[in-house]
Each structure stands twice: as C-alpha cells, then as structure tokens.
C-alpha cells in the first residue's frame, strides 16, 4: 500500500535522496557508507538497513561531503513538513541550513542576542578571551525559527496589547526585530570518536548561554550501532532527543543480527526506544509542535 500521509512520503522522499546522491551506499566489499568499516556488528546492522532501504552499489563519498549532504536533507525533511502543521503550531516559520562556515550565529537570534556584545568585549581583551574561549558562539547544523509577530497580527481576533503592557515580551516585533530560535538540531550522519560529545557541548552552550525561553535541541544520525547511539541519547537534560534517520530498518536490522548470540545489542536498542531517548526522524516535525 502507497503512503498517503505527507511525513511517511517526506520520510520516503529524504531516504531516496540520500541514496541519489550516495550519502547511502554500499561499497563493492558490501560495507555500508555509514558503517565503520573496522568494526563487525557496525558492518553488519549498517549493511541490512542499506538493503532494507534500496542502497545502491557505488564509492564512499569523502566524510565531511556525506556530512554536510545527510545536515542539507535533514534540513529539507523538516522544511517539507513541520511549517505545514500550522493547526498544531501556527507561525511564521523560517527552516535554515547554517553549515560550516556560515556567518549566522546563535546571537542572531533573540535568546542569545547578547551574546554579540560578549563578542566585541574579548575582541577588546585578549586575556579575557584566552579564558573564555569562543564557544559560546554556535552555529548550529540547522535552525527553526519564529519571526516575530506585528500588533496587528497580534491583535488581529481582538485587542491584546496596547502601549500600556507586554513592552518586553520577544513576539511582539515593536520589542524585538530578532527571530525567536525555536530548535536547534545538529545532523551527524555517523558518530565517530568525539562527534557524540561535540553534539552534548553545543546544547549545554545553548541551555547555559540563553536569556528566554530553551529552544528544542535534538540531534539526527545514520549511526547504525547502538553503544554509539547510547552514548549520545542516554541521561536527560541536554538533548531532547536523538533522532536517527531510519530507526525502522535499524530495529529490523538489529534484531536480525542480535538473534545469533547478541541479545545484548538488541535489549540495548529496545532499551533506547522504550525509554523514548531514540527516536525516528519521522517523530521529529510532530515533536516539535510541543
């Protein structure tokens, strides 16, 4: 049966494309792109969500190629579905690829506005700068936000503010021209070394650094082995919520290859699932209505 439902046909549509421009592949010695090569059940679980998916024979693109292709479809899967839920979510809402080397920061955005006058302070003092270093200025991979809202729009059913009151609050545009940061979301096609902890960094910077409101911070993988995955989505108060790309197939396929004398590999992920710390990239848009 066809899938009616927009975010089952964007999801169709975001794993088609990965494999169209081999972000998803499979090499000729039957090694997955998102698999790490030197490590057997990652080979394994990785190579039957490839099948799963339809991945095509082809060559590893270069990591940070497949990286920043797996952060721009993240970006378009999202920009297809979550502005569509105006019922759930009304706004206007901007969906935006920052990338490597964008010159849009966490500052540009109303809770962390601040930060750019922090900014021209240390490039004044060079020592003070030494010790605090520059990561509080983050540029996520992607970024939700809300434009502010003019009175009439405001007071479009009836009168709700006036110059008498609300002459601080962000959504109102006479107080704050900035967008609202409505999410943060970093896109990890793998995770690798220290990428997990770099993903938990940017988001404790985001929850430290803010004055407002917390954006929702997530984060989206093709990793295929679950102690990975753990190491990111175990423990609470950071993230949200981990995402990954395809956790149907992956649940199938850990299941497959778990059933040969790795139940811990399969109580691990089911773990991760039931305890609602991994998720589908299909739960995102829904999520982010909350």
């Not at 998803?24 to 698999?35: I, Q, T």
């Not at 302070?121 to 003070?128: K, T």
């Not at 305890?275 to 209505?289: A, E, F, M, T, V």
Request: charged share 25%.
């Amino acid at each position: 049966m066809k899938d009616s439902a927009l975010i089952a046909k964007a999801r169709k549509a975001f794993h088609k494309a990965l494999i169209e421009k081999a972000v998803l592949s499979v090499d000729g010695k039957g090694v997955a792109s998102n698999a790490d090569g030197g490590n057997k059940p990652s080979c394994a679980i990785a190579a039957l969500v490839a099948e799963k998916l339809g991945a095509k024979r082809g060559t590893k693109l270069p990591p940070q190629s497949s990286g920043s292709l797996f952060e721009v479809e993240v970006c378009r899967f999202i920009e297809n579905c979550f502005p569509k839920l105006q019922h759930l979510r009304p706004g206007n809402w901007k969906v935006m690829h920052l990338g490597n080397g964008n010159v849009v920061k966490t500052a540009s955005f109303a809770q962390y506005a601040h930060l750019s006058h922090l900014a021209k302070v240390l490039e004044a003092d060079h020592e003070l700068a030494a010790m605090l270093g520059n990561d509080y200025m983050i540029a996520p991979d992607i970024v939700i936000s809300r434009v502010p809202c003019s009175d009439d729009e405001i007071n479009e059913p009836m009168k709700f503010v006036d110059s008498n009151a609300c002459l601080q609050a962000d959504l109102r545009k006479s107080n704050n021209e900035l967008p609202i940061m409505h999410a943060s979301i970093s896109a990890k096609w793998t995770m690798r070394s220290d990428r997990a902890q770099n993903s938990r960094t940017e988001a404790l910077n985001l929850i430290r650094n803010r004055k407002g409101r917390l954006p929702h911070i997530a984060v989206v993988t093709g990793e295929p082995l679950p102690s990975r995955l753990a190491s990111l989505a175990l423990g609470t108060g950071d993230l949200d919520c981990v995402y990954h790309f395809a956790l149907y197939e992956l649940i199938d396929a850990v299941k497959c290859y778990g059933k040969d004398g790795r139940e811990d590999i399969i109580d691990q992920l089911e773990s991760l699932v039931s305890g609602k710390r991994l998720k589908d990239i299909s739960d995102i848009p829904l999520d982010l209505c909350c």
